[in-house]
């Protein structure tokens, strides 16, 4: 079992372009969570879902932030209109279960020039 | 608003030395505290879980409800403890999780 696989591991971007950030859960995991880590500080929860639902998004900006998690393929991070403040490390997670033990990809670094 | 609070940005101790690592949560439900760890080049991954009241790698965690603390104790670190630690909230149910800012431990030899 790979691992919760994300990439690109890198990447960067002007203001104003799109961001795709991709995950792949762990075999056998249906919850896939995302999460943002800004300089010098620690995670924060940004969305939960499942197969095809979305779960939870509070931690999700209103505007130019959208996840997806579809029935065939890799959940999607989409950042529209990048700023500079969107630069950070973005995190996936997957369990099996709701409550079950959390596994972490590597991240992607995003940086907006 | 759950909120964790890990107040030491770096703990440097020497190999052999005890080793604490602490943390501070506010909650208003009953919490579900956790240590994560994520060694260099690695990736973030768990390391206890107060519900398990486990040892793991000789750390140890205590949830104490009273002072609402949940520090991460070894008696005796190694150098292969250098690493950046988590403090991690989340409610009984779900891998919703409120993390601190993380402490950097360095174990000199």
């Known amino acids: 079992n790979a691992g919760v696989m994300q990439n690109p591991r890198h990447l960067v971007r002007r203001r104003g372009q799109e961001a795709r950030l991709r995950c792949s859960p762990m075999k056998g995991h249906s919850h896939v969570y995302w999460y943002r880590q800004l300089p010098e500080e620690g995670l924060k929860f940004m969305v939960y879902l499942q197969k095809e639902n979305i779960i939870d998004e509070s931690g999700m900006p209103k505007e130019r932030f959208s996840a997806e998690f579809p029935k065939e393929g890799p959940s999607i991070l989409r950042i529209q209109q990048v700023v500079r403040g969107d630069s950070a490390a973005y995190f996936c997670?997957?369990?099996?279960?709701?409550?079950?033990?959390?596994?972490f990809g590597s991240g992607t670094q995003l940086s907006v020039l | 608003a759950q909120r964790v609070t890990q107040p030491e940005k770096l703990l440097s101790v020497f190999k052999g030395a005890p080793v604490e690592l602490k943390c501070n949560y506010s909650?208003?439900?009953?919490?579900?505290l956790f240590w994560y760890v994520q060694y260099s080049r690695q990736r973030l991954q768990l390391l206890l879980r107060h519900i398990s009241r486990e040892s793991i790698k000789g750390f140890t965690a205590d949830l104490n409800k009273g002072e609402t603390s949940f520090h991460l104790k070894k008696p005796f670190a190694q150098e292969e403890d250098s690493a950046m630690y988590y403090c991690?909230?989340?409610?009984?149910?779900?891998?919703?999780?409120?993390f601190g800012g993380g402490t950097r431990v360095l174990v000199k030899p």
């Open positions: 909650y208003s439900g009953s919490p579900e």
């Open positions: 997670a997957s369990s099996r279960g709701e409550s079950e033990k959390l596994f």
């Open positions: 991690a909230l989340g409610k009984a149910a779900g891998n919703k999780l409120t």
